[in-house]
């Protein structure tokens, strides 16, 4: 869901250079009817290789697009998207369509964020609550019975249209989400995200969303606003029981895809947010007395920033004491601003704002008033030991992240 790793390529493969000639097609087609023609083989050989599991065919031909045809690129990571998530399915004699979806939570803390499996009295509340107020009255649910880290998501597009097939197949039957294997441990932050993971059926062309229903079509905007309202209404109070010592915040479930980049980006201001109440709280100290040092971090010195990190030091100690990343996604791009920072120092009118004038937003919101970006570009390094990232001190040094000696402990250890 990140941006791809920029890999050397060697020679591609029948498939995946067909893969590359469809994508391009379609990005060069001058009609719909065009692009439509082009659609089909293309997501005929898509369904092909993730059935049989052939990931690497795919990356090869999106990698080769990434460096090649950024808007061939485009194409094709949507109709991979497409393809994983969203699958068709025949039962007693009627075709369906499939969709997975993630239910997104933001959570953040001071303490541990929970994980792992849902309690089955829970889980149908919670589906209670989607056939209710967000999905369409002829829809069939499933759900998967834990809340998982991003970490512990599927990642490769093979994987998820295997859990698409399988999810849709448990809910035209009505029996329950067998998951299979046990999940990887989740990396401790003071704000993170967990999601459900839900597969909705519905009869072939029929609408998935309450909002999308025919009688609603005509203010689907609003009755999409009041459903989501809704939503967080009703359970908000069962993922506060599931997250207990969390403050959460619930998006709208949304497709697998969609749904993880959207929570991927909205938890960034609150990590930002708890960084400041932890170290606030923890140290007893003011926001006044933080200062952050920004930085942009790429995986090549000379390519685009990748994410921005965020020491954050104390007072007259220029001793990086915790960090946070925000890494950046799709289209966003870094941009260069002046070293020093004045604490009152507004953003640029009438733009949109920037990835960076969106930290420097809520620093300031935090209260946090000394701050430095470092014009420097920076490579992505971490720690030998730990694998933690290192992070910008007032010098623009690269240092690990600690908490000074004295500082009471925590429930857990936080990078």
Same mark, same amino acid.
């Given at each position: 869901m990140?941006?791809?790793?920029?890999r050397s390529?060697?020679k591609?493969? &029948?498939?995946? !250079?067909?893969?590359?000639?469809f994508a391009?097609?379609?990005?060069?087609?001058?009609s719909?009817?065009?692009?439509?023609?082009?659609?089909?083989?293309?997501?005929?050989?898509l369904n092909k290789?993730l059935?049989?599991g052939?990931?690497g065919?795919?990356?090869?031909a999106?990698d080769h697009?990434?460096?090649?045809d950024l808007d061939?690129?485009?194409?094709l990571?949507?109709?991979v998207?497409?393809g994983s998530e969203?699958?068709?399915l025949e039962h007693?004699?009627q075709?369906?369509d499939? !969709?997975?979806?993630?239910l997104?939570v933001?959570a953040w803390?001071?303490f &541990?964020?929970?994980s792992?499996p849902i309690?089955?009295e829970?889980l149908? &509340?919670?589906g209670?609550?989607?056939?209710?107020?967000?999905?369409?009255?002829?829809?069939?649910?499933?759900l998967?019975p834990a809340l998982?880290?991003?970490? !512990?998501?599927p990642?490769?597009h093979?994987?998820?249209?295997a859990l698409?097939r399988q999810?849709g197949q448990t809910a035209?039957?009505?029996g329950p989400?067998?998951?299979?294997?046990?999940?990887?441990p989740?990396?401790?932050f003071?704000?993170?995200?967990r999601?459900?993971?839900?597969?909705?059926v519905?009869p072939?062309?029929?609408?998935?969303?309450?909002?999308?229903?025919? #009688?609603?079509?005509?203010?689907?905007s609003?009755?999409?606003a009041a459903a989501f #309202?809704?939503?967080?209404q009703?359970?908000?109070?069962?993922?506060?029981?599931?997250?207990?010592g969390?403050s959460?915040?619930?998006?709208?479930p !949304?497709a697998?895809?969609?749904?993880?980049?959207e929570?991927d980006?909205?938890i960034?201001? &609150?990590?930002?947010?708890?960084a400041d109440?932890?170290l606030?709280q923890?140290?007893?100290i003011?926001?006044?007395d933080?200062h952050a040092?920004?930085?942009?971090f790429?995986?090549?010195?000379?390519?685009?920033?990748d994410e921005y990190?965020?020491g954050f030091?104390?007072g007259?100690?220029?001793t990086?004491?915790?960090g946070t990343?925000?890494?950046l996604?799709?289209?966003?791009?870094?941009?260069?601003?002046?070293?020093?920072i004045?604490?009152?120092?507004?953003?640029?009118?009438g733009?949109?704002?920037?990835?960076?004038?969106?930290?420097?937003?809520?620093?300031? #919101?935090?209260?946090?008033?000394?701050?430095k970006?470092?014009?420097?570009?920076?490579t992505m390094e971490?720690c030998?030991?730990?694998g933690?990232p290192?992070?910008?001190?007032?010098?623009g040094e690269l240092?690990?992240?600690e908490m000074?000696e004295?500082t009471?402990?925590?429930?857990?250890?936080?990078h």
């Amino acid at each position: 869901m990140r941006r791809p790793a920029k890999r050397s390529s060697s020679k591609l493969s &029948a498939d995946s !250079q067909h893969l590359v000639t469809f994508a391009q097609a379609i990005a060069q087609a001058s009609s719909r009817l065009e692009e439509r023609a082009w659609l089909q083989p293309l997501d005929a050989l898509l369904n092909k290789l993730l059935r049989t599991g052939h990931q690497g065919l795919i990356d090869a031909a999106l990698d080769h697009l990434f460096k090649a045809d950024l808007d061939a690129y485009d194409v094709l990571i949507e109709a991979v998207e497409a393809g994983s998530e969203a699958t068709s399915l025949e039962h007693e004699g009627q075709d369906y369509d499939v !969709q997975l979806l993630v239910l997104p939570v933001l959570a953040w803390t001071r303490f &541990a964020i929970a994980s792992g499996p849902i309690a089955s009295e829970m889980l149908s &509340a919670i589906g209670a609550h989607l056939h209710a107020h967000v999905l369409a009255k002829d829809a069939r649910l499933a759900l998967a019975p834990a809340l998982f880290s991003i970490e !512990q998501l599927p990642r490769m597009h093979a994987d998820v249209f295997a859990l698409t097939r399988q999810m849709g197949q448990t809910a035209l039957k009505t029996g329950p989400v067998q998951l299979r294997g046990e999940q990887p441990p989740t990396a401790a932050f003071l704000a993170d995200t967990r999601y459900v993971i839900a597969a909705v059926v519905v009869p072939a062309g029929g609408a998935l969303f309450h909002w999308q229903e025919s #009688e609603q079509q005509s203010h689907f905007s609003a009755n999409k606003a009041a459903a989501f #309202e809704a939503w967080k209404q009703q359970a908000t109070p069962l993922f506060t029981r599931l997250l207990p010592g969390c403050s959460v915040e619930l998006l709208l479930p !949304q497709a697998y895809f969609f749904g993880c980049r959207e929570a991927d980006k909205r938890i960034r201001p &609150a990590s930002i947010r708890a960084a400041d109440y932890f170290l606030t709280q923890t140290l007893d100290i003011s926001s006044a007395d933080l200062h952050a040092s920004i930085g942009g971090f790429s995986e090549d010195i000379n390519g685009q920033i990748d994410e921005y990190r965020i020491g954050f030091s104390i007072g007259g100690d220029p001793t990086v004491v915790y960090g946070t990343v925000w890494p950046l996604y799709e289209q966003e791009s870094g941009e260069d601003l002046p070293m020093m920072i004045p604490g009152g120092a507004g953003l640029l009118e009438g733009l949109p704002a920037s990835p960076l004038q969106q930290i420097l937003t809520v620093l300031r #919101e935090c209260g946090i008033v000394h701050i430095k970006h470092h014009a420097e570009r920076f490579t992505m390094e971490f720690c030998d030991d730990c694998g933690a990232p290192l992070f910008p001190d007032r010098e623009g040094e690269l240092v690990h992240a600690e908490m000074p000696e004295d500082t009471p402990p925590p429930v857990e250890h936080f990078h």
